[in-house]
Nanobody, 124 residues
């Protein structure tokens, strides 16, 4: 079992920035993909970003392209999400997710391991 713990959420003004981090522990596979998803009240869980084991393949959701940057540190088993130019529409609970192997899925259903989530609120 893989445990994921997110940190870094909070309240930020529109146009501001926030950096989320997620640390993996437990029975971590030799190779695994990491992703970020978010869920706003009353909405379905939305894909935000994913990064391959090597870091060479990255995908972003359309709503965050050009504003968010995902990165990972395999030595520390961590993944970060740098969020810039935030808008109220980015308000959600952000979840870190992981899946073993080389695939780079974009669907939440394809990720077996999840963190507990961290709240991000964008408001003036």
């Amino acid at each position: 079992q893989v445990q994921l713990v997110e940190s870094g959420g909070g309240l930020v003004q529109p146009g501001g920035s926030l950096r989320l981090s997620c640390a993996a522990s437990g029975r971590i596979p030799s190779y695994y993909t990491l992703g970020w998803f978010r869920q706003a009240p009353g909405k379905e869980r939305e894909f935000v970003a994913t990064i391959s084991w090597s870091g060479s393949t990255i995908h972003y959701g359309d709503s965050v392209k050009g504003r968010f940057v995902i990165s990972r540190d395999n030595a520390k088993d961590t993944v970060d999400l740098q969020m810039n130019n935030l808008t109220p529409e980015d308000t959600a609970v952000y979840y870190c997710a992981a899946v073993g192997g080389w695939g780079i899925p974009l669907r939440a259903a394809d990720y077996p391991w999840w963190g507990q989530g961290t709240q991000v609120a964008v408001s003036s």
